[in-house]
């Protein structure tokens, strides 16, 4: 089964059409020979005559092994003939054919003359030629690395690690079903997105039993996925080192989570630059470190079970003897551990050292509570728990066996917030948990009102109403603890934010800025953030959190890197760019599972990836997304996109509009009544949008009235001038939703303009409004805007149909878009029909009516 890498597909296919050949790379098991397979159906498809030949290393020094095992030439039995003559002349005949095309698998395994052969018919045809490669192998003009006078144009296409749903669709298909999410986790990050290594070791997991179906029919995993049947490929990889570099590479991977210079204590410059080279290390900025990893992942895993003891003394005594204690390396190495580190866009790197980092926590952390149970011992260890295994059974040992009176008063009140969160969240007894808090604020001095504000989140984050509950004033804490005094204005920006107070939001966390500005925690930043875009400034609101993001990975700071995710991924779905939402949550997705700490960040990831492949026409990936948001404990949270019904009204949307947009009135009529203003003006919008009614719009207009602030305020003109199909008002609001950043809204906005004054004759103003759209599209670039909302029209259209829909839109002919996509132009008319028949238009022109929603 191929999935994923259509943009190179189209790249290649668009190069080899132009004439010009191609080189794929990539590591080993990357599925560079699969990427040629489905680039041979795709030109195959459109006429193209594909001559494949195959390098064997076994048969790299027998001449024209390659070219004869691939049926071209064959040795001369004619007298004065040679066999080059023959061989060349057999390649020749076959390049002159119209439209043909020279596969080359596994170059760096071709004999010379096979490459001199085919190197001569492409210098004298013109012949594309389209080779395979691997990465990390010096530049060269042949295979064994002759030297050569010439230099000829040639594209490199890079097999780069596979998206986390790319790899999970592949992986499913192999299967024969969906995988539980900790265990397509753990196959992604073991495998840094390499599509060979995931799938050898799925069939491995699933041939030795490792994988059974759970209880749902879902694939988990049940034992470790690392397998003895693995080390044949792992050996594979190590080809071609030398001893020390090898030696080096174990070193590392034995030692597991170290930065720059601390492995440079262990192994010397040249090893290390060699490995860099092959791309068998790599380093990731972690704050102001360098942090060293092994590629791939799974190599980790290798070296830790190989049964050569005597090796494994003799490296661990170096690592012991160079850094000079055995302690925390004896941790270290005692754990196999197999995850990958952080580059900006390796999602499968970031994965890996999150759980790294969890496990090596996790050794510490419980090691320092069993020598002494005490509250800031139990904080550090359960914290960690938290944020890996929320369910593991050690979070009540340690709940139990812990002494909460002892310590000083700053860690038991840390300790009792987080025994309260944990029986809230994740035991479920909010009740119990409310009751703790209140019980021992007693005696907790300047730290009850930490206490006393840990009692109103939870309420509000898990769906209560906590409109009648006070926090301490600002006289019992400004001359407290900083920490409580932060905690404090936190929770009230919750609770401003909640009710629609945006520039008081703003205010506090102007404060807290000046009280802490060192420590500014992620919550303060986030609901400053919600502020911004509530008030209209969403780029900034966004740009912040990124920012925020790209500090929470380089601390590999898991609950900062999820909570930053949420609120981004809800950001821009509202900015209507669905391609950065896939992009952020494919990262956080990769680490596995969000825990409910707290309830809403979970709710707000799901529901934004629910609504985001919904309305991109993939309803079953939505209906999976809004599945595991109902299975979250809680319904609601306090903010917009953190209840339940979002996700599965967008899926009701699509067969019974009116069903989803009662959900939603009754979902904010129950936000309402619990104090959530904010959320529940923007439930009263959205359901507006999917069915108006002339009474339900005199509720919105008066809370709307009330709360204020851009985004609703636009938005509701936008519903209310939809509603009137009042073209000018269309356009007048398209600006107005621009200038608030909900970019896709403003869009859809002018293209019904531009419909309604085309059906008046209003042509100048419908020009305007063309131009107006074109300007959107324009100064949204490179980012693809698209303006799917809850229609379902759009959804039936296949991905082939959607990209020659979107190539007609642009305004490209028949032949001018059979020439981009490399298909036949009586397939495009193929198309075009199915298109103009699904979006029941009877004109091409139509068609650009529905940009940005195919």
């Known amino acids: 089964m191929f999935a994923g890498r259509s943009e190179e597909l189209d790249l290649a296919a668009a190069l080899v059409a132009a004439g010009t050949s191609v080189d794929v790379v990539g590591a080993r098991a990357s599925g560079r020979t699969a990427f040629l397979r489905q680039l041979a159906n795709r030109l195959g498809d459109d006429g193209w005559a594909a001559i494949t030949i195959r390098g064997v290393a076994s ?172 080390s044949a490929m792992m050996e594979v990889h190590l080809e071609n080192i030398g001893p020390a570099a090898r030696d080096a590479l ?273 919550r303060a930043r986030i609901y400053a953030a919600e502020a911004d875009i509530a008030l209209g400034s969403l780029d900034a609101a966004v740009a912040a959190m990124f920012c925020g993001l790209d500090e929470a990975r380089g601390q590999l700071d898991v609950g900062a890197i999820r909570a930053y995710s949420a609120t981004i991924a809800r950001a821009l779905v509202v900015a209507g760019d669905y391609e950065g939402v896939d992009a952020v949550l494919d990262t956080v997705f990769a680490a596995g599972d969000p825990p409910p700490v707290p309830p809403p960040v979970p709710m707000m990831l799901f529901t934004s990836a629910a609504v985001v492949a919904i309305r991109r026409g993939n309803a079953a990936l939505g209906e999976r997304y809004a599945n595991a948001a109902a299975a979250l404990r809680f319904d609601d949270g306090p903010l917009p996109v953190q209840a339940k019904v979002m996700a599965a009204a967008q899926l009701r949307a699509l067969t019974d509009p009116s069903a989803a947009a009662s959900m939603l009135w009754e979902l904010a009529e129950r936000e309402w009544a619990n104090g959530n203003r904010y959320a529940a003006s923007y439930s009263h919008l959205v359901s507006l949008e999917i069915e108006f009614s002339e009474d339900r719009a005199g509720v919105a207009v008066e809370r709307v009235g009330i709360i204020g602030g851009r985004l609703l305020v636009d938005r509701l003109a936008y519903v209310l001038a939809n509603h009137a199909k009042d073209p000018d008002a269309l356009l007048g609001v398209a600006a107005e939703l621009e200038s608030s950043g909900q970019v896709g809204l403003a869009l859809s906005a002018t293209r019904t303009a ?21 300007r959107l599209l324009a100064q949204s670039r490179p980012r693809r805007i698209h303006t799917e909302r809850f229609s379902p029209t759009t959804h039936a259209l296949s991905e082939r149909e959607r990209e020659v829909a979107r190539l007609a839109i642009d305004g490209l002919s028949n032949p001018e878009i059979a020439a981009r996509l490399v298909i036949s132009v009586r397939t495009v008319e193929s198309h075009i029909h199915h298109v103009m028949r699904k979006l029941d238009v009877s004109t091409r022109q139509a068609l650009r009516f529905y940009a940005g929603r195919v």
């Not at 531009?754 to 074109?774: G, H, K, V």
């Open 59 to 230: 048969l790299r020094e027998q001449p024209f092994a390659a070219m004869h095992l691939a049926g071209v030439g064959a040795p001369s039995d004619v007298r004065g003939t040679s066999t080059l003559q023959v061989t060349a002349g057999a390649l020749l005949d076959r390049a002159e054919r119209p439209r043909s095309v020279l596969f080359i698998d596994d170059w760096d395994d071709l004999d010379e003359t096979s490459w001199g052969v085919a190197e001569s018919v492409r210098r004298a045809t013109g012949l594309p030629m389209v080779r395979t490669r691997l990465q990390g192998r010096a530049a060269r003009h042949t295979p064994t690395g002759l030297t050569a006078s010439n230099l000829d144009p040639v594209i490199v296409v890079e097999m780069t690690p596979m998206r986390f749903e790319e790899l999970e669709e592949v992986v499913e298909g192999v299967l024969g079903g969906p995988a539980e999410s900790g265990t397509m986790s753990r196959l992604y990050s073991k495998s840094g997105g390499s599509i060979g290594l995931a799938l050898s070791m799925a069939e491995v997991a699933l041939r030795e039993g490792r994988i059974q179906r759970d209880e749902e029919g879902r694939w988990a995993a049940v034992r470790d996925l690392w397998s003895p049947a693995l």
């Open 250 to 522: 174990e070193t590392i991977a034995l030692v597991g989570v170290a930065d720059l210079e601390t492995v440079r204590r262990l192994v010397d410059w040249d090893a290390l630059e060699q490995l860099e080279e092959r791309s068998m290390i790599t380093l990731v900025p972690s704050g102001d470190r360098q942090l060293v990893t092994v590629i791939p992942p799974l190599l980790v895993e290798f070296f830790r079970h190989q049964p050569v003891a005597v090796r494994r003394v003799r490296i661990t005594e170096l690592i012991i003897d160079r850094l000079g204690t055995s302690d925390t390396i004896g941790a270290i190495l005692a754990y196999e551990a197999a995850v990958h580190r952080p580059q900006a866009e390796n999602d499968a790197i970031l994965a890996r050292l999150l759980r790294e980092r969890d496990r090596a926590r996790r050794i510490v952390t419980a090691a320092e509570w069993t020598a002494d149970p005490s509250p800031a011992t139990a904080v550090r260890f359960v914290s960690t728990l938290l944020d890996a295994e929320p369910a593991d059974p050690a979070i009540a040992e340690v709940m139990t066996k812990t002494d909460a009176h002892i310590g000083e008063a700053a860690d038991r009140a840390e300790f009792a917030v987080l025994r309260a969160r944990w029986t809230a969240y994740i035991v479920g007894d909010v009740d119990a948990a409310l009751a703790s808090l209140e019980s021992q604020s007693e005696g907790m001095g300047d730290y009850a009102p930490l206490l006393q504000a840990e009692r109103v989140a939870i309420v509000a984050q898990t769906g209560g109403d906590h409109a009648g509950l006070g926090l301490p004033d600002d006289e019992a804490v400004v001359d407290g603890p900083v920490p409580v005094h932060v905690r404090v204005l936190e929770v009230r920006m919750l609770l401003q934010l909640a009710r629609g107070e945006f520039d008081a939001v703003k205010q506090l966390f102007a404060r807290i800025t000046r009280i802490d500005p060192e420590g500014t925690s992620h």
């Open 754 to 774: 531009s419909m309604l004054f085309t059906d008046r004759r209003q042509s100048e103003r419908a020009r305007e409004a063309i131009d107006d759209e074109r």
